[in-house]
T-cell receptor
Framework: QQQVKQSPQSLIVQKGGISIINCAYE??????FPWYQQFPGKGPALLIA?????SEKKEGRFTISFNKSAKQFSLHIMDSQPGDSATYFC???????????FGSGTQLTVLP | EADIYQTPRYLVIGTGKKITLECSQT?????MYWYQQDPGMELHLIHY???????EKGDLSSESTVSRIRTEHFPLTLESARPSHTSQYLC???????????????FGSGTRLTVV
C-alpha cells in the first residue's frame, strides 16, 4: 500500500520555467517531509525538507509548499536549469515508525 | 567525499553464482537500509537494520540476505543469482534519534548488478 502518492511521473520544462512536483499522503502521523534528488548512476541525495508546522520552506531556487489540511506537499523549482534534470522523490516519515516512505519518483527533464 | 561506500559499482555475473554486495559507512549511523531500484524508477526497500545483530525484511520480497555484525558494515548476499535479480542496489544509512535532520538518509552510489 503506497502511503505517499507522487505526480507527475515525468515532467518536461523549458529552461527558465517553473517545475512543480506534487505529493499527497494519508497518514496524519507523518511528521517530516524530505525531497530527494537523484542523478543517473548516483544514489538519491537530500535536497530540502519540511516539517508540518510550517507552510513553506525555501532554499535557493527550491521551495516546498505544505498544505496540512489537504495532506499535500509540493516541490517548486524556480528558473529551472538543464542541470536540474534528474529524478525527484518525495518522502514522509511517520514519527511512530522508523523508516521513510518514498513516493514513486518524477523524472524531470529541463530543455536548454 | 562519500560517507557511505558501496562496492562494486558494477557487476556482471553468471546465473547461479553467489554474490555479496558491500556497503560501509563512516558516520556511525545506527540504521542502515538496502533498496532495489530499476534506473530512474521507484525505490523498493528490501532489508533494513536498526543496529548490530538486528536485521529485518523490507516491503519488497527479496531472495537476498543481509547481516549486521559491525555498525559500519551492512553486506547483502545473493546465494544463487538469477537474471531476475538484475537491478541497481542502493545502500543508505540514517541517525537513530533527535532533531529534524535525523530522518535524512545518506545513500551510496549503488551497485549496478547484471546477471546473465
Amino acid at each position: 500500500q503506497q502511503q505517499v502518492k507522487q505526480s507527475p511521473q515525468s515532467l518536461i520544462v523549458q529552461k527558465g520555467g517553473i517545475s512543480i512536483i506534487n505529493c499527497a499522503y494519508e497518514n496524519t502521523a507523518f511528521d517530516y517531509f524530505p525531497w530527494y534528488q537523484q542523478f543517473p548512476g548516483k544514489g538519491p541525495a537530500l535536497l530540502i525538507a519540511i516539517r508540518p508546522d510550517v507552510s513553506e520552506k525555501k532554499e535557493g531556487r527550491f521551495t516546498i509548499s505544505f498544505n496540512k489540511s489537504a495532506k499535500q506537499f509540493s516541490l517548486h523549482i524556480m528558473d529551472s536549469q538543464p542541470g536540474d534534470s534528474a529524478t525527484y522523490f518525495c518522502a514522509a516519515h511517520p514519527g511512530s515508525a522508523r523508516q521513510l516512505t518514498f513516493g514513486s519518483g518524477t523524472q524531470l527533464t529541463v530543455l536548454p | 567525499e562519500a560517507d557511505i561506500y558501496q562496492t562494486p559499482r558494477y557487476l556482471v555475473i553468471g546465473t547461479g553464482k553467489k554474490i555479496t554486495l558491500e556497503c560501509s559507512q563512516t558516520m556511525g549511523h545506527d540504521k542502515m537500509y538496502w533498496y532495489q531500484q530499476d534506473p530512474g524508477m521507484e525505490l523498493h526497500l528490501i532489508h533494513y537494520s536498526y543496529g548490530v545483530n538486528s536485521t529485518e525484511k523490507g516491503d519488497l520480497s527479496s531472495e537476498s540476505t543481509v547481516s549486521r555484525i559491525r555498525t559500519e558494515h551492512f553486506p547483502l548476499t545473493l546465494e544463487s543469482a538469477r537474471p531476475s535479480h538484475t537491478s541497481q542496489y542502493l545502500c543508505a544509512s540514517s541517525v537513530g534519534t533527535g532533531g529534524s535532520s535525523v530522518y535524512g538518509y545518506t545513500f551510496g552510489s549503488g551497485t549496478r548488478l547484471t546477471v546473465v
